[in-house]
C-alpha cells in the first residue's frame, strides 16, 4: 500500500493562496483515484477535490473555481492549489488515495472511501 505524506500547510492570510503536496511512496500511477479531504474542528471530515490517474476532477462546491487539483505520477505528488482562501477553509487537510474508483470519482470525493490516507497538514487562515 502507497504511503502518503503531505506538506505545504500553514497559515496565511484570508484572500491568500496556498499549494498543498501529497508525496507516495511508490508508483501512485497505480491508484486511479486520488484526493484531498479535510476536517475543520467540530465539523465532520469532508471531501475537497478528487482527481484519477486519467486526468478527471471533481471539486466540492465549496471550493470550486478556488481550488485545483492536480497529479504528477511521475513524481508520485499530488497537489492542491488553493487560491483566494476564506476562513472557512482552515482545516486539517489529507491526501488519501485507491487503486480503484469504483462508483465513479464523485461517489469516493463524497463518501470518502479510499484506501490510503496520510497524516494531514494543517491549514491556518487569519482574517
Known amino acids: 500500500q502507497v504511503h502518503l505524506v503531505e506538506f505545504g500547510g500553514g497559515s496565511v492570510q484570508a484572500g491568500g493562496s496556498l499549494r498543498l503536496t501529497c508525496e507516495g511512496s511508490?508508483?501512485?500511477?497505480?491508484?486511479?483515484?486520488m484526493g484531498w479531504f479535510r476536517k475543520a474542528q467540530g465539523k465532520e471530515r469532508e471531501g475537497v477535490a478528487i482527481?484519477?490517474?486519467?486526468?478527471?476532477?471533481e471539486y466540492a462546491e465549496s471550493v470550486e473555481g478556488r481550488f485545483t487539483i492536480s497529479r504528477d505520477n511521475a513524481k508520485s505528488t499530488l497537489y492542491l492549489q488553493m487560491n483566494s482562501l476564506k476562513p472557512e477553509d482552515a482545516a486539517m487537510y489529507y491526501c488519501?488515495?485507491?487503486?480503484?474508483?469504483?462508483?465513479?470519482?464523485?461517489?469516493?470525493?463524497?463518501?470518502?472511501?479510499?484506501?490510503?490516507w496520510g497524516l494531514g497538514t494543517q491549514v491556518t487562515i487569519s482574517s
Open positions: 488519501a488515495a485507491d487503486r480503484w474508483c469504483a462508483g465513479g470519482a464523485l461517489y469516493r470525493l463524497q463518501t470518502g472511501r479510499l484506501d490510503a
Open positions: 482527481t484519477t490517474k486519467h486526468g478527471a476532477t
Open positions: 511508490g508508483d501512485i500511477y497505480s491508484y486511479e483515484c
